[in-house]
C-alpha cells in the first residue's frame, strides 16, 4: 500500500494562502509519510514545476494537474505523469475561463513560486470560475493526452 493524496491546493488557489508553497506542501507530506502525490490547484498547474522539484527533494513521486470547473459547474481533478502536458494543458485551459479579474483583497492571493519560494508571477484572471469547457470536452482532451 502507498500513502497518496491527490487533491492538493497551494498558494495558487485562492483558498489557499501564501504559507501554501510547493516546498512546504512536500515537506509535510514527507513528516505523513506521503510517498505519492499530485499538486491539483484551481484551473491551472503553474506551481507543478516547484512541486515536482521539492518531490524530488523529499523523495515523492508526483502527478501533476488541477481542479477543473467545468461549464456545468462540476469540479473536475485531471492528472498528469508529464509536468509539460500538466503546463500546456493548463495554457489552453486558462484561455477558456471568462474575463473576471481576481482582487486579491476579497478573492485571496493566486501566486505561483520558485523551488525556494519566490514568488514568480501572479495569475490575473480569478481561477474559481468555470471553463467554457463541458464535462465531456475535458474528458476528451484530457483522454487524448
Do not use: R
Not at 1 to 30: N, R, V, W, Y
Not at 72 to 89: C, G, K, Y
Request: glycine content about 4%; overall charge negative.
Amino acid at each position: 500500500m502507498i500513502l497518496s493524496d491527490f487533491h492538493i491546493h497551494s498558494c495558487l488557489s485562492p483558498c489557499g494562502d501564501l504559507s501554501m508553497s510547493p516546498k512546504t506542501i512536500a515537506e509535510i507530506l514527507a513528516k505523513k509519510g506521503v510517498k505519492l502525490a499530485a499538486l491539483t490547484d484551481h484551473n491551472s498547474a503553474l506551481n507543478c514545476p516547484s512541486f515536482k522539484a521539492a518531490c524530488v527533494k523529499y523523495g515523492i513521486a508526483s502527478l501533476f494537474g488541477m481542479e477543473v470547473q467545468t461549464s456545468e459547474e462540476v469540479h473536475l481533478l485531471v492528472l498528469f505523469s508529464d509536468l509539460n502536458v500538466a503546463l500546456d494543458f493548463g495554457k489552453n485551459l486558462y484561455e477558456t475561463l471568462p474575463p473576471i479579474m481576481n482582487n486579491p483583497d476579497k478573492m485571496g492571493d493566486q501566486v505561483y513560486v520558485d523551488e525556494d519560494e519566490n514568488i514568480i508571477g501572479e495569475v490575473e484572471k480569478y481561477l474559481v470560475t468555470s471553463s467554457s469547457w463541458s464535462i465531456d470536452e475535458v474528458s476528451s482532451i484530457v483522454h487524448a493526452l
